[in-house]
């Protein structure tokens, strides 16, 4: 178990942490963390990972990025377990966000990319609605897959965030594109901890609803949403042809 340093160790806290959860990730890691460190936000930024028991090469490249990041000025804070099994998204995104110190909580996955504007654009946005999810248009890859799927994530109309949520298989907006402040994060959460086949993002969402907090998208492609057969966050199942 590598246990990450008490925030009060790390100085001061910063505005944005974006979360990562990591297990077995090898295959999109250095994509994933390049886009980190491309950002454009100009506030303070941290990466938070949590690594879930991953038996890979995950951590190898982690700790090489490390170093790349900490240079430029994003520190970086690394938690996790070897534990035989995974624990589960839930709990790897919990324990991610107990370890950061930002005001202001980004959502990433491991296999996902941001364009550079992502921060700060929903940073922003963040700002602007503090009791909202604050969700993005996305691009998919490859970028025949789950074509619906994707229109219905872009071009959701405003009053259509909040009333087609009870009647779609997930969020109106996808939990990989979340930003939201902190605060707002524990007056809702934290995330269901119950492991694989737990929709711990739907049950935040529909938990957020039922204490008055708001859904806005920024309407801007800032994401590079891939699909595969390993993702953890497919939503909706649909074939791929569609």
């Known amino acids: ?9 790390r100085g001061q806290p910063a505005l944005v942490s974006v979360i990562l959860p990591v ?6 890691l250095d994509e994933c963390l390049m886009s980190v460190l491309k950002q454009d936000f100009e506030g303070t ?19 090489k990025w490390k170093m790349n990041l900490e240079d430029s000025g994003i520190p970086v804070v690394i938690g996790g ?10 709990y790897s995104k919990n324990q991610a966000i107990i370890q950061s110190t930002g005001s202001y909580l980004c959502f990433l996955d491991s296999d996902d990319v941001m364009m550079p504007q992502r921060v700060r654009l929903q940073y922003e946005a963040a700002v602007q609605y503090p009791t909202s999810i604050v969700g993005c248009q996305v691009r998919r890859d490859p970028p025949d897959s ?9 071009q959701l109309a405003p009053d259509q965030l909040l009333t087609q ?20 994060f524990f007056h809702v959460g934290p995330f269901d901890e119950g492991g694989k086949g737990v929709p711990e993002d739907l049950l ?23 699909y595969h057969l390993y993702a953890a966050t497919h939503s909706v199942l649909e074939p791929k042809d569609k």
């Open 45 to 63: 930024m941290e990466l938070s990972v949590f690594n879930d028991a991953s038996k890979d090469q995950s951590m190898t490249i982690i700790e």
């Open 23 to 28: 297990h077995n990730a090898q295959q999109w």
């Open 81 to 90: 377990h070897d534990s035989p099994s995974p624990r589960g998204v839930g």
């Open 204 to 226: 935040f969402f529909y938990e957020h609803l039922r204490k008055g907090g708001g859904v806005f998208r920024v309407d801007h492609s800032l994401l590079l949403y891939r």
């Open 146 to 154: 789950t074509e619906r799927y994707t229109r219905w994530i872009n």
């Open 165 to 184: 949520v009870f009647t779609s298989h997930g969020p109106t907006v996808i939990m990989p594109t979340w930003f939201c402040s902190r605060a707002w």
């Open 1 to 9: 178990m590598q246990l990450p340093p008490d925030a009060s160790e």
